[in-house]
């Protein structure tokens, strides 16, 4: 069974760091192209990162570049991103997803990915 878990949310303050991580089950990550997206309250949901399969390539949304730094953990079968540099505009539900098949490239259309987690909450406060 596919599963993603998010994990490493919480509450930090402006200026602050956090690492969440996208833990994989079922499969292998490293075969498949990642991205994670964030949603804030009332707000759509946006891509924040992705990265390729095998992890040659990694894509940011212009909010976060130069803060965010997404890796591959392949012995662990997890995808993280490192957040540095809060703000509270970072303050959102954040889920890793996954692309249906092995040889799809990334993308920052919510509508390319098949596999969900559940979440994991980001606040941060000035």
């Known amino acids: 069974q596919v599963q993603l878990v998010e994990s490493g949310g919480g509450s930090v303050q402006s200026g602050g760091s956090l690492r969440l991580s996208c833990a994989a089950s079922?499969?292998?990550?490293?075969?498949?192209?990642v991205a994670w997206f964030r949603q804030a309250p009332g707000q759509e949901r946006e891509a924040v990162a992705w990265i390729s399969r095998l992890g040659g390539i990694s894509i940011y949304h212009d909010s976060v570049k130069g803060r965010f730094t997404i890796s591959r953990h392949n012995t662990k079968n997890e995808a993280s991103p490192r957040m540095t540099k809060l703000q509270p505009d970072d303050t959102a539900l954040y889920h890793c997803a996954r692309r249906g098949s092995a040889g799809c490239s990334g993308s920052h259309l919510a509508t390319a990915y098949n596999h969900w987690g559940q979440g994991t909450q980001v606040t941060v406060s000035s």
């Open positions: 079922g499969f292998t990550l490293d075969n498949y192209a």
